[in-house]
Each structure stands twice: as structure tokens, then as C-alpha cells.
């Protein structure tokens, strides 16, 4: 495993500490900011409603929609947030992106743009889910500590990918740090270090093991926890076709070397050129 580096967190400094040296002209640096509390308050909201809703298995959410429409109020739910997450990233939901903001900002603000809509899709999700009152089985005592344990472990496995991945972008502050110093965005270079040394796609993948290492179980976290395991297993393959375009042959070489979502155990990852 090739380790992580500080350069992600150094590259997350500088672009932040880079308002202070150059900001925006008044109204413009407002709009960032404004973006900024908008993207990051969103965010945070849909990551905790996440983290408690599939701890109780589902079973706690505010949507009261009654059997059996209830049941396809959820699948919808579940549907939106993958069908739009895939639609935005391709060229013409980047198109739409750049529409949402100002005008002069829009493609500048994309990735901010992004990761609100993001977050308000799995804000919606989780707080209007309509509870089936089924409960299969709720773990206590060491059980509770062992699957609380593993939880926690997947959430910090994606928090290290989204770090690894380039927590500028991951994060929505891409967007709007550089509107606040009149930058242009620039990207993080294409990840192999860190967990991204050992699977190709472990954001996917740590996103995946949230929903299948929970300590209370019902037949809406089965759902959920299949549903978007698939998205997470199948989505990638769109994500990598923009890669080898972006990237040609360094990002094939990378997928010759590291696996798309399985570690290699006994056979060792050959070195990436």
C-alpha cells in the first residue's frame, strides 16, 4: 500500500488561505461565502441524518406517507439520489450544473453547485423515509459494541478516501474557495496513494460497507443497503470511462496495477508506471 500524504490537506490550506491573500471584489467574495455556510451546512445535515437514520436501521424518519404507497414513495427515495448523482456528472448534467449558479459563476462554483444537490438528495432521502415499523434484529451488549465499532470503521474508511480523493472537491469548497480568490478551480491530480493504492474505487466501496455493518436491521435498511451497494458496484464503470479519456494511458496503467473494488490478498498489486 503505497501511504497517504499530506499533500491533500496542504493543498486544502492553501486553497483556503488563498482568500485571505487575494480576495474577491465585495459582492463576488459574498456569493462565495454564501455558497460556502450553504454547502458545507447541507453537508454536514445529510451526513449526520445519514449516520443516525441507519443506525436505528431505518426505523426513525419523519415520512408518514400510509402502506402500501409508502413503499414506492421509498423506492423513489432511493432512486433519485443515484440517477442524478450519475446524470450531474456527465457532460450534459455539467452543463446543467453551470445553469443552476449565477451566470458568470456557474462553472467555476460546479463542484459547490454538485455537492448541494448532492447532500440535499440524501438529506431527502433519509428524513422522509417512511418507517415499515419492522425491526428484524437490534444488536445489545458486545453485540451493539462490535457493529457500533465496524460502523464508525466504514464512516472513517470514507472520510480517508474523500481525503486521499482530494477533500477540496469531495467536500463542494473547491467551488466556492475559488470564486473567493478570483482562481480558477484546479483539481487534484488523478489518486493512487492511500487506500486508492489498494482498490481503484473506495469511496464507492467504504459508501457501500455503511450500509451493511449496522447494529439494527430491517427490511428498509435491506433495501437501502442492496440498492445502493448495486449503484456503488455498477456506477464506477462511468466514472472510470471519463477517467481514461481524462487521463489515457497513466489511468490505464492504473487499472492494469490496483483492483476496481476487491483488494488483492495473496497476489501482490503490480507497481503503477
Same mark, same amino acid.
Given at each position: ?26 459582492? &463576488? ?23 443516525? !437514520? ?12 400510509? !402502506? ?52 440535499? &438528495? ?6 422522509? $423515509? ?6 428484524? $434484529?437490534?444488536?445489545?451488549?458486545? !453485540? ?10 466504514? $464512516? ?32 487534484? !491530480? ?10 481503484? &474505487? ?9 450500509? $451493511? ?7 428498509? &435498511? ?52
Amino acid at each position: 500500500m503505497k501511504r497517504s500524504t499530506m499533500k491533500p490537506l496542504r493543498q486544502l490550506l492553501r486553497l483556503g488561505l488563498g482568500i485571505f491573500r487575494t480576495p474577491a471584489p465585495p459582492r &463576488q467574495l459574498v456569493l462565495a461565502l454564501a455558497y460556502g455556510v450553504l454547502c458545507h451546512s447541507v453537508f454536514a445535515t445529510a451526513v449526520i441524518a445519514m449516520i443516525v !437514520a441507519m443506525f436505528y436501521g431505518l426505523s426513525e424518519s419523519f415520512g408518514t406517507v400510509p !402502506a402500501p404507497w409508502s413503499i414506492l414513495v421509498n423506492l423513489a427515495l432511493i432512486l433519485q439520489f443515484p440517477l442524478m448523482h450519475s446524470f450531474l456528472l456527465s457532460k450534459r448534467g455539467g452543463a446543467c450544473l453551470v445553469r443552476l449558479a449565477p451566470k458568470r459563476h456557474g462553472s467555476v462554483l460546479a463542484t459547490t453547485t454538485y455537492a448541494i444537490i448532492a447532500s440535499l &438528495q440524501l438529506l431527502a432521502l433519509f428524513a422522509l $423515509w417512511t418507517p415499515s415499523g419492522i425491526i428484524w $434484529w437490534q444488536a445489545e451488549g458486545i !453485540a451493539l459494541v462490535l457493529m457500533t465499532g465496524l460502523y464508525g470503521m466504514s $464512516w472513517l474508511l470514507l472520510i480517508w478516501a474523500s481525503y486521499d480523493a482530494g477533500a477540496e472537491v469531495q467536500s463542494g469548497a473547491l467551488g466556492w474557495m475559488s470564486l473567493a480568490q478570483r482562481a480558477k478551480p484546479v483539481f487534484p !491530480a488523478m489518486p493512487t496513494r492511500g487506500l486508492f493504492s489498494i482498490i481503484r &474505487q473506495p469511496i464507492y466501496v467504504s459508501f457501500a460497507l455503511t450500509t $451493511w455493518t449496522v447494529p439494527t436491521w430491517s427490511p428498509d &435498511q435491506l433495501l437501502l443497503a442492496i440498492m445502493l451497494t448495486a449503484y456503488c458496484l455498477g456506477a464506477p464503470v462511468l466514472k472510470e470511462r471519463r477517467f481514461t479519456k481524462r487521463y489515457g494511458a497513466k489511468f490505464e496503467d492504473y487499472q492494469k496495477a490496483v483492483p476496481y473494488a476487491v483488494p488483492h490478498i495473496a497476489k501482490p498489486a503490480r507497481p503503477i508506471k
